[in-house]
């Protein structure tokens, strides 16, 4: 019914040109199909948005560019593809993903997470995603096993080896953005990921790792950086919360843990007889959850890049009273930040906490509080002594607040 009223709503104009713009979580321009009618497709309903915080060109006429640089701290989205494929038919279901594709780079997005893929596949959707100027991450079964199991495929040896095995054809893609590996909790598993990784990285492809598990607190060199993973649906984050608010919780828990690759929402469009996807059915998404992704993505853009692929380290917080109020330190180099969450889903954290006066192995004299909100005024400054930097916090519950150590 959607994607009806779209094309009922677009039908009969004439040919146009593709209409770019750059939003604050894109790593570079975003195409989107549909006349400049802010009518057609889901665009219109991030009209005002999309006027608001469209920056760069902004107009008509930007060179598109095959292969841009990777983004520090990607917002990208998770697509189901194979279930859509048995319900649908090959032909109706790459129809539907072409659409989709497309209705979420209106939003401002040019990265998907693809799951449930066969490796023949794969081109294939590729294909598709560059239709749109889309860029899109995709599982490898071989890969995948590697890290499980951590046996070597016939003729492997070494984590290069298994990394060779990678087809060309899928480097070589203006589409391809990297390959993407569920991350389990063990260690060994996680150590074979971070060497693949590290294989990976000398062909120039990018390792996108998501999971459910902590990641390791001491990473090491050649860490991977995990993404964190935001459920959509209507209970992901506590049912008695503002979608926006959950959405932004499950964000700061992710941070929190230690995940600073991005984000991915999980996921586009729901499984049959499921409510967990921004799309359920052929209904479009509730001004609830447009509110969400907006915001979700501008406080990623906001203080993603800032901690995109820093190593975490350990923090002793004194925190004040009986509250859920946990720290995270993340450093590399000269720079260091905290972030301060309150991990409970019901009460607030109003008072002081006490910021240790060495982290990651370096003094710390003061720190300087970083706005959620790009472009804003410089926040607080607290300064301490040899004991600690006493720091004011008010969180709401699943709230966080950053600091930059000096």
């Known amino acids: 019914m959607f994607d009806q009223r779209r094309d009922s709503l677009c039908n009969g104009l004439a040919p146009h040109p593709v209409r770019r713009a750059v939003y604050p979580w894109s790593s570079g321009r975003v195409n989107y199909s549909g006349p400049m009618d802010p009518q057609c497709g889901m665009g219109h309903l991030l009209r005002l948005f999309v006027v608001s915080i469209a920056v760069g060109c902004g107009g008509l006429g930007c060179a598109a560019t095959p292969k841009p640089p990777q983004q520090a701290f990607p917002v990208a989205m998770r697509f189901d593809v194979e279930p859509m494929v048995v319900q649908k038919g090959k032909v109706e279901a790459d129809t539907q993903l072409t659409r989709?594709?497309?209705?979420?780079?209106?939003?401002?997005?040019?990265?998907?997470?693809?799951?449930?893929?066969?490796?023949?596949?794969?081109?294939?959707?590729?294909?598709?995603?560059?239709?749109?100027g889309f860029r899109i991450a995709v599982p490898d079964r071989t890969l995948r096993h590697y890290v499980l199991?951590?046996?070597?495929?016939?003729?492997?040896?070494?984590?290069?080896?298994?990394?060779?095995?990678?087809?060309?054809?899928?480097?070589?893609?203006?589409a391809f953005w990297g390959v993407v590996v569920d991350v389990p909790g063990?260690?060994?598993?996680?150590?074979?990921?971070?060497?693949?990784?590290?294989?990976?990285?000398?062909?120039?492809?990018?390792?996108?790792?998501?999971?459910?598990?902590?990641?390791?607190?001491?990473?090491?060199?050649?860490?991977?950086?995990?993404?964190?993973?935001?459920?959509?649906?209507?209970?992901e984050g506590g049912a008695d919360r503002s979608t926006t608010e959950r959405w932004l919780a499950q964000f700061h828990a992710g941070l929190a843990d230690g995940r600073t690759g991005g984000i991915v929402l999980d996921r586009y469009r729901g499984l049959p007889g499921d409510d967990e996807g921004l799309i359920i059915g052929?209904?479009?998404?509730?001004?609830?959850?447009?509110?969400?992704?907006?915001?979700?993505?501008?406080?990623?853009?906001?203080?993603?890049?800032?901690?995109?692929?820093?190593?975490?380290?350990?923090l002793?917080?004194?925190?004040?009273?009986?509250?859920?109020?946990?720290?995270?330190?993340?450093?590399?180099?000269?720079?260091?930040?905290?972030?301060?969450?309150?991990?409970?889903?019901?009460?607030?954290?109003?008072?002081?906490?006490?910021?240790?006066?060495?982290?990651?192995?370096?003094?710390?004299?003061?720190?300087?509080?970083?706005?959620?909100?790009a472009d804003a005024v410089p926040g607080q400054v607290f300064r301490g002594g040899p004991d600690g930097i006493p720091v004011s916090v008010d969180l709401r519950p699943g709230g966080a607040a950053l600091f930059e150590l000096f």
């Open 186 to 235: 063990t260690g060994e598993s996680r150590r074979r990921c971070s060497q693949l990784h590290l294989a990976l990285e000398k062909r120039g492809i990018p390792l996108i790792a998501t999971g459910t598990a902590r990641p390791m607190a001491e990473q090491g060199t050649g860490s991977f950086s995990e993404m964190i993973s935001i459920g959509v649906g209507p209970n």
């Open 100 to 132: 989709d594709f497309t209705d979420v780079a209106e939003m401002g997005f040019d990265h998907g997470l693809l799951r449930h893929v066969e490796d023949a596949d794969r081109l294939r959707f590729l294909d598709l995603a560059e239709k749109v």
């Open 282 to 314: 052929d209904h479009p998404p509730s001004a609830a959850i447009m509110s969400a992704v907006r915001q979700t993505s501008l406080r990623a853009a906001r203080w993603g890049p800032l901690l995109a692929h820093l190593k975490p380290y350990p």
């Open 316 to 373: 002793v917080l004194v925190v004040p009273g009986e509250t859920e109020l946990m720290g995270s330190a993340f450093a590399k180099g000269r720079r260091r930040y905290v972030l301060l969450f309150n991990r409970s889903p019901e009460q607030y954290v109003r008072g002081e906490a006490k910021l240790p006066a060495t982290v990651a192995g370096q003094p710390v004299v003061r720190a300087v509080e970083i706005s959620p909100v």
């Open 149 to 174: 199991t951590g046996v070597y495929p016939r003729g492997c040896d070494e984590p290069e080896d298994v990394a060779r095995l990678l087809p060309d054809a899928l480097e070589r893609h203006p």
